[in-house]
Each structure stands twice: as C-alpha cells, then as structure tokens.
C-alpha cells in the first residue's frame, strides 16, 4: 500500500518561510520522481517544482527564486522550502510520486502515479 503524506503547513505570515515535508512509503523511494503541486483558491492546480530521482529539478518560473525542493533518500522524504511567501501563494499543497519520470515529464501531472492528500498553506497577517 502506497502511502504519500505531506507535511509542514499551517499559517504564515508575509515574508515568512515554511518547509514541507512528505513521506513516501510503499514504492521504492529513490526511484520515484517527486513533485509538488499547488491549488490556489478558484485555481487550477499548477506544478510548483520537481525533482527527478538523479536530483534535477524543475520549477515554475514565478517560483524559483523562493522555493527549493530537495530529497532524502534515506528517510523516503522530499522538502519544498518556501522563503518570502506572499498572500498569493496560499494554497493547498500537494506531493505526487512518480516511477520512470524524466525531466521533462514532471510537468506532467499525469505521469505521477501516487498523490498525497495536500496540506494548507495560509499566508496572511
């Protein structure tokens, strides 16, 4: 049973940084892609960053100057830093996992095969 569990949200105010977290259990960790995504309020959800399992990574423009994903490969566990946050990145945040993904593909929500529950993020003063 594949179990993907985020981590780390809560309420933050402008400016502030938080750090999530999500654990993967029940895939062989290190040969999974990870990604996060986000769903803003009346939003599509949209990819934040990825990281392939030789630890590439992507992230959507607007982001990458504030956040940073990151793996650990021995606690089964992927990270995404998020330093400067603004109103606009209130969303719920999810973790997908995905085998066999290249580079490219992490964009992809469709290529991940596991999905965590999300967790919220709420920036605000």
């Known amino acids: 049973q594949v179990q993907v569990v985020e981590s780390g949200g809560g309420l933050v105010q402008p400016g502030g940084s938080l750090r999530l977290s999500c654990a993967v259990s029940?895939?062989?960790?290190?040969?999974?892609?990870m990604g996060w995504y986000r769903q803003r309020p009346g939003k599509q959800r949209e990819l934040v960053a990825s990281?392939?399992?030789?630890?590439?990574?992507y992230y959507a423009d607007s982001l990458k100057d504030r956040f940073t994903i990151s793996r650990e490969n021995a606690k089964n566990t992927v990270y995404l830093q998020m330093n400067s946050v603004k109103p606009e990145d209130t969303a719920v945040y999810y973790c997908?996992?995905?085998?066999?993904?290249?580079?490219?593909?992490?964009?992809?929500?469709?290529?991940?095969?596991?999905w965590g529950q999300g967790t919220q993020v709420t920036v605000s003063s």
């Open positions: 997908a996992a995905g085998a066999g993904i290249i580079l490219s593909s992490t964009r992809d929500p469709a290529a991940y095969q596991h």
């Open positions: 990281i392939t399992r030789d630890g590439s990574t």
């Open positions: 029940g895939v062989i960790f290190s040969r999974n892609a």
